[in-house]
């Protein structure tokens, strides 16, 4: 705001810029220090995002030097200037690297940070780096760079994962313990069938970040600010350069298309429910109900009152963590839902939730293979609770079924009533005498007793995918085949 000398014959303006001035303070009172140059010290906080996307230095500087050979290749830069600014790249990218490098909040982001400080090195050649570019392609460019690699190292951490369950599978293939449905006790199966569910739902993971991975394989370089470019750029060539398939179709989309980090970032949440659901088993099966598992001190807390207790504390936080990463996807969706075409600033603002998402995930596999690595297994504990909710009367009925040809329902209300038997008699069904049970069915023979135990019972379980521990360790076999 400007103000009038004291000489001014204008009151009436004077009193204005009075007031304005004593609005601007009032103003400033209210934002605080941070603040005190007023508007523009608020707007360049707004509008800096240095702090965020300097995270894509490697990337902008890969993509900057493709740029710049395909300019000089197709005769739009000179090959002096050319080698001038694959150099100059060169030597900004080791000063990152080696943490020398000054970035600038008033420089706004990483792609005016890494030009204004080439144009130090190499001088006005920098300025001609951006020929036939906007930011618009290249931080989508960036980003694209960014999100394949960490695709790449989070999958390489899923493997580890499926690593660590498939060690431990292989190792309980004929550990028997409880199945459960309602938490109830259901039938029995082995301890590495169970750990083999968990191979199948991090596999499915891999399988959608490749999946991802090949939809976001195109390059947005060359597609400009929206509408491409008059200058005879070889977009082809930059995508052949920087490891993508092809380049983007159509230049509109190139620059506002953000799917491929929604479909990332729902890659993630899926598999943050996976990894959820594998911690809330490893907090169950470490309560004193259920004993099934010990962890050690490396994953594990004491209280800071009750000298006896060891808590789950690393599994409980790969629990709450399933929220970072869904809220991140929520956050990328609501930032998206409403953005006409091309670019918004609103876009500035992807970079963080899928950050955040990525670190969180990347600590979370880690923390899991960890524990799953760490885990000491309670087998007898496993087997005593075996004894538990008759887990054997499938096998009473498909007994009944197989040998007295009885009809399914019918030999389920058999099954019934000899439960119920047992049950009065407070036994287990391989305990249950024979003459009790031909008091419901005279037809029952001993040879039922070859079905009631549950190492008979999950051996039988021969069915292509069911937990016979030759059945796990085929599974064990061809896993590793499919996800390592």
């Known amino acids: 705001m400007s103000t009038k000398s004291p000489s001014s014959p204008q009151p009436a303006a004077a009193a204005a810029n009075t007031a304005g001035a004593a609005d601007t303070a009032g103003a400033n009172a209210m934002w605080g220090g941070r603040f005190a140059a007023g508007p523009a010290a608020i707007m360049q906080s707004i509008n800096a995002s240095i702090d965020i996307d300097k995270r894509l230095y490697a990337e902008d500087i890969a993509g900057s030097k493709a740029h710049a050979a395909m300019l000089v290749k197709q005769g739009i830069l000179t090959a002096a200037d050319g080698a001038a600014i694959a150099q100059g790249l060169d030597k900004i990218k080791a000063e990152i690297d080696a943490g020398d490098f000054v970035f600038k909040t008033a420089l706004e982001d990483i792609h005016m940070n890494v030009e204004a400080r080439l144009r130090e090195l190499i001088g006005d050649a920098a300025g001609r780096l951006h020929t036939a570019r906007s930011r618009n392609d290249q931080v989508a460019t960036d980003f694209k760079l960014w999100t394949r690699r960490a695709i790449d190292e989070v999958s390489a951490a899923g493997r580890d994962l499926i690593a660590a369950l498939l060690g431990r599978a292989e190792q309980h293939a004929a550990t028997v313990m409880p199945g459960f449905t309602h938490l109830q006790p259901a039938q029995p199966i082995t301890f590495g069938h169970h750990l083999m569910a968990y191979v199948e739902m991090f596999g499915r993971d891999l399988g959608r970040l490749g999946d991802c991975r090949t939809r976001l394989n195109e390059s947005p370089l060359g597609a400009a600010a929206l509408a491409g470019t008059s200058f005879p750029i070889d977009r082809h060539a930059t995508a052949q350069t920087l490891g ?49 598992i010990a962890l050690s ?188």
């Open 244 to 292: 993508f398939d092809r380049p983007s179709a159509n230049s509109l989309d190139a620059v506002s298309d953000r799917d491929f980090a929604l479909e990332y970032l729902s890659a993630l949440s899926i598999m943050s429910i996976h990894l959820s659901r594998l911690a809330e088993e490893i907090v169950i099966w470490m309560s004193d109900g259920f004993r099934y």
């Open 297 to 484: 001190d490396a994953f594990t807390t004491g209280s800071s009152i009750m000298p006896q207790k060891r808590n789950p504390d690393a599994a409980e936080l790969v629990r709450a963590k399933a929220g970072h990463v869904i809220g991140s996807l929520n956050q990328l969706l609501i930032i998206l839902k409403g953005l006409p075409l091309a670019y918004g600033k609103d876009m500035q603002d992807d970079k963080a939730p899928t950050f955040a998402a990525t670190d969180t995930i990347a600590l979370c596999l880690a923390a899991t293979a960890g524990m799953i690595r760490d885990m000491t297994v309670n087998e007898q504990r496993l087997r005593d609770a075996t004894r538990g909710g008759f887990l054997t009367a499938t096998d009473l009925a498909d007994w009944l079924v197989r040998v007295l040809n009885l009809p399914f329902r019918d030999a389920h209300h058999v099954t019934g009533s000899i439960v119920a038997k047992a049950e009065a008699a407070g036994c287990q069904l391989h305990e249950l005498p024979l003459a009790e049970m031909q008091q419901i069915d005279s037809r029952i023979t001993a040879a039922v007793f070859d079905v009631l135990g549950v190492d008979q019972s999950v051996a039988s379980r021969k069915s292509f995918g069911g937990t016979a521990p030759e059945n796990v360790r085929s599974a064990v076999i061809t896993a590793k085949e499919r996800f390592l």
